[in-house]
Nanobody, 116 residues
Framework: QVQLVESGGGLVQPGGSLKLSCAAS????????MTWIRRAPGKGLEWVSS????????YYTDSVKGRFTISRDDDKNTLYLQMNNLQPEDTAVYYC?????????WGQGTQVTVSS
């Protein structure tokens, strides 16, 4: 079955960095667009970034452009999100998402807290 397992979250001071990982299994990872989505405390889901299959084109929400980098390793079936210059407003649970022919799959999420 499809599984997405995020890791790499934690507590970091403003200006710090974290790298999230999402280990995927149960589907042909290299054939699908992969996405990071987050939910801040008391707020709704927010799309953060996506990466296309094959050409690896990337897309970001404006608030993270220049600070976050999405990447993928198709040989390891793993999605990444490098987050630099983290700010308190980046505090959220970060989810890995795969849209497999119209059906959404989610990981359990990983908590990122940015605080001094």
């Amino acid at each position: 079955q499809v599984q997405l397992v995020e890791s790499g979250g934690g507590l970091v001071q403003p200006g710090g960095s974290l790298k999230l990982s999402c280990a995927a299994s149960g589907f042909n990872f290299r054939s699908y667009i992969m996405t990071w989505i987050r939910r801040a405390p008391g707020k709704g889901l927010e799309w953060v970034s996506s990466i296309q299959r094959h050409n690896g084109n990337t897309y970001y929400t404006d608030s993270v452009k220049g600070r976050f980098t999405i990447s993928r390793d198709d040989d390891k079936n793993t999605l990444y999100l490098q987050m630099n210059n983290l700010q308190p407003e980046d505090t959220a649970v970060y989810y890995c998402n795969a849209d497999l022919s119209g059906r959404d799959y989610w990981g359990q999420g990983t908590q990122v807290t940015v605080s001094s």
